[in-house]
T-cell receptor, first 116, second 109 residues
């Protein structure tokens, strides 16, 4: 596997279900991100992890719970979601540093989530 | 308030008809500006990073430029395979990125 992978690619869940999204990066990066992409809206940054430590949480509802066990893996645990949470969830990674050429985010293919 | 605005929202071109996409930004401090291409049902694919006003980057039919207030993505003699949504993102500090809504480009043969 190369780059950033995400599983599953598609997920349909009811409002009472609990599910998890998985992201893995094979780039040796030290930062990982979760974004939400809804139709005709800009990508919304949800969570950021640097060296496994959460550094950003952009007022995301508690029904979304991130987990980062190491610098290569990132999870998004979902429970009691609402229909408006249906969207494409994108994972990204980057190498946070001070030099030119760092910080570029590389994205996975996304998980298309539908909440019924 | 930090903000990134892309225009136009959608653009239809004939094959070979050159044009430009715009990304204007209002941020407290620019660390970098990024251009991505996104195909339907896929994640954004990295194209360019620009760091300072006056900088230019080129790749095949694409050329990105940067001023203190905006960036342009110039597409020269586009082909149908250039059809995609082009996203602009601004980095304001290490992990803080703001994205525009994108420009959906459709190139007709």
């Amino acid at each position: 596997e190369t780059g950033v992978t995400q599983t599953p690619r598609h997920l349909v869940m009811g409002m009472t279900n609990k599910k998890s999204l998985k992201c893995e990066q094979h780039l040796g990066h030290n930062a990982m991100y979760w974004y939400k992409q809804s139709a005709k809206k800009p990508l919304e940054l949800m969570f950021v992890y640097n060296f496994k430590e959460q550094t950003e949480n952009n007022s995301v509802p508690s029904r979304f719970s991130p987990e980062c066990p190491n610098s290569s893996h990132l999870f998004l645990h979902l429970h009691t979601l609402q229909p408006e949470d249906s969207a494409l969830y994108l994972c990204a990674s980057s190498q946070v540093g001070t030099g030119i050429g760092t910080d570029t985010q590389y994205f996975g293919p996304g998980t298309r989530l539908t909440v019924l | 308030e930090d903000q990134v605005t892309q225009s136009p929202e959608a653009l239809r071109l004939q094959e070979g008809e050159s044009s430009s996409l715009n990304c204007s930004y209002t941020v407290s401090g620019l660390r970098g500006l990024f251009w991505y291409r996104q195909d339907p049902g896929k994640g954004p694919e990295f194209l360019f990073t620009l760091y300072s006003a006056g900088e230019e980057k080129e790749k095949e039919r694409l050329k990105a430029t940067l001023t203190k207030k905006e960036s342009f993505l110039h597409i020269t003699a586009p082909k149908p395979e250039d059809s995609a949504t082009y996203l602009c993102a601004v980095q304001v500090y290490f992990n803080k990125f703001y994205f525009g809504s994108g420009t959906k480009l459709n190139v007709k043969p």
